[in-house]
């Protein structure tokens, strides 16, 4: 009988500069990016990153405040990135530095912008124009 | 160099089921880039965490995707346990595992259809849907429901399938393996099948680690990430070895997926040898989860994470669910490139799509 | 002209359903239930279809679509709605991202039941729309006139989205979750 590795649950917390180093560090290690997501937990947004070697899942925590987040995009690490990247971008709000392939908002096609965080938009287009001129832009044309 | 033109393929298309859109951007018959974009039924089911409570929510779940409805009841109940750090009986387990390979030859069968009909063979389709309808009525047999059946619950299986009636499944399913042996025939030695698919949409197998392929589009590269190994279910206890092609192309996609029917039939009758009696599920009584879990199956699709986070209340902070066709589409946007037009609707197929998995 | 109920032509349109009801939809068409028996075949151009298919409910993406394959069907033309999610929403009522049922947007003939509706019932109902058809065919060869365009059914996906943050979107969940709270505490 094998060993049940799927019990294996390993959540690190980090800081959002050390994003980009820790993604280069597993990448180099021969880790797969599993899946990113973010969760808004009162006024901070808590994202996750889930890295997989050898069937053991290794993952990444940070909080960035959900107010105003922004991040350093892991496409250039993890070319595969932005289906997460873009899909939180639309979902939550967040703004993804160096975003290899952007869709500007028009990832999914929904008729509220941000549903899952109300403290950025969510839903009011006119909150936040400055940080999210693009994708209001890119939703205001489509409905 | 010649005119650069951009087609749009979908949203609606008369091989795809479901809607995806992609540009693309063409040199005489030549693809040169493809560029994605979904979105078209994105629903946002996970927010129903907000209304529905955990044990409530395995429902919502499991409509994610009508063909590989079970996987994802399960995905759900197996982050939902891990969290709450319950285990569950093994005769549950053999049972999940045993309607789960049921469901991946169903799904598997229903995509070689897919696939006759794309390369517009449609006798082929008529005989892959016929064989599968034997599967949809032992689903029917066992739990009441065709495509959605609701039997999986955290903590285990809603009912039990007794010996009897899974004795009689497995003798149906090795009475439609000479059936299903003719039909892999045609797919895998016919010239005409071997046209469309050999050589075409290669997918190298640094490509495919390097775009983060998942599932038989992995498999099919020779990269070898099948969840199955990780131990989840009984796969440890039953002994399993996934099924691997080198090739990397459409004729190796389809292969695999081929070898994969058969090895869930093994598969099924291992479990069935070895099941043992006792309970289907255990009680869980004033016990929210508090905690996260990322827990992981190995979908018809390839492999698919189910994440929960708690905080001791009836309604969870969070589902996500990253599903297989989602870690598919940069490889698909790389064997696109350099394909002919006319190839575009296979490769599309080859990656087995679920848009309604991808946007939830 | 009385051809048009012994040989209907469907067409199927994907809202936003699960597949459930889709594959129900093509298994319909394959062997074990083969509704060519019946002289229904699949198209897939709107203008030579005389029954409309719809599974899964509408969201402020597709409701266009659904109106433009619906406009460019030829009179007289029915409309099926299969499974729950297209009858009212479904399991999916309650996303930020559905608009409702498919009879917000067009006037539905039949409702299937189901989900996911079972073969048998989507035969069952696209039997009892060839019977709506006929009707419908005698009053339009009787000179009425034809009552089917989607433009009676006028509905702004973009406001009942912001209502929708009242009535039943994020408002109605956080009562949810403070209600349960205050059971706790009890």
Redesign the interface.
Known sequence: ???????I?E?LLIEPGELLETALELRTAGY????A?A?L?GDQLEL?Y?F?KD???R?EKLTVDAAAPELPSITPI???A???ENEMH?LFGITFRNLS?D?GG???????ET??N?KFG??EKAAAPSEDGVSSEAEGG?? | MSKRTVIPFGPQHPVLPEPIHLDLVIEDETVVEAIPSIGYIHRGLEKLVDKNEWPEMVYVIERICGICSFGHGWGYCKTIEGNLGVSVPPRAEYLRTILHELGRMHSHLLWLGCLADGFGFESLFMHSWRLRETVLDLFEETTGGRVIFSICKVGGMRKDIPNEMLKKMEETLRGIEGELHELADVFLDDDTVKSRLVGVGVLTKEEAFELGAVGPMARASGVNNDVRLDGHGVYGEIGFEPCLEETGDSYARCKVRIREVFQSIDLIAKCVSMIPDGDVAIEIKGQNPAGEFVGRIEQPRGEAYYYSKGSGQKFLDRIRVRTPTNANVPPLVKILQGCELADVPILVLTIDPCISCTER | MAAITKSPWIIHYDGSSCNGCDIEVLACLTPMYDVERFGIINTGNPKHADILLITGAVNAQNIPVVRQIYDQMPSPKIVVAIGVCAANGGVFKECYNIAGGVDRVIPVDVYVHGCAARPESIIDGVVKGLGVLAEKQAALASGETDPDVSGAYLFDPVSYAEKGDIENGDAEGAKDRSEAEEEAAK
């Open positions: 009988m094998t060993e049940r590795k799927d019990l649950q959540f797969r990016l599993g899946q997501c969760t937990l996750l889930s997989e069937n053991v899942l993952n993890y070319s595969y932005f289906v997460y639309d392939l869709y028009a990832f999914y096609k929904i008729a509220r549903p899952w109300p969510g839903g489509e409905a």
